[in-house]
């Protein structure tokens, strides 16, 4: 069997296997020098975040997951993985929110498709 071609490969990065994380888990991984949290929700939903507070260079990945959210072990706040939305203080900007694709057992992130609208990570050449 080949290697999918260009066109059929889902858009983004391969970052890691569905298997690589744990049930309301979260793992860091690095794009093109930028860090993204790749988080499975309590149900098995993926999600693909910026990984570091909105209110402290905390790495979220570090965090809880409860639900649909991810706590910020530093101060508590809670963050909305579909949204990026902190729902507590003192976090009061939310995170970029990425396009997450799984492919069978992989699973892509696309940096430059930033699906909530925040500004976009700064990415090494
Ligand atoms: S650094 Fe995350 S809530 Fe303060």
């Known amino acids: ?3 999918p071609s260009e066109a059929e490969r889902p858009a983004g990065q391969f970052v890691c296997t569905v298997d690589e994380v ?3 888990r979260a793992l860091r ?4 020098g930028y860090a993204v949290a ?3 929700d309590s149900e098995g939903n993926l999600y693909a975040i910026g990984d570091a ?3 402290g260079e905390i790495s979220l990945s570090e965090g809880d ?6 706590e910020c072990w530093a101060h508590g706040s809670s963050f909305d993985l579909r949204t990026g939305e902190p729902l507590t ?3 009061y900007e939310p995170v970029p929110v ?5 492919d069978g057992p992989d699973v892509y992130v696309d940096v430059k498709n930033i699906l909530n609208g925040v500004a976009a990570p700064e990415l090494e050449a």
């Open 53 to 55: 507070c909105s209110h």
């Open 38 to 40: 790749v988080v499975k």
């Open 89 to 91: 203080l003192p976090a």
């Open 1 to 3: 069997m080949s290697a």
């Open 65 to 70: 997951v409860e639900g649909r959210t991810i």
């Open 98 to 102: 990425f396009d997450l694709t799984v």
């Open 29 to 32: 991984v690095e794009i093109d």
């Open 22 to 24: 744990g049930l309301k």
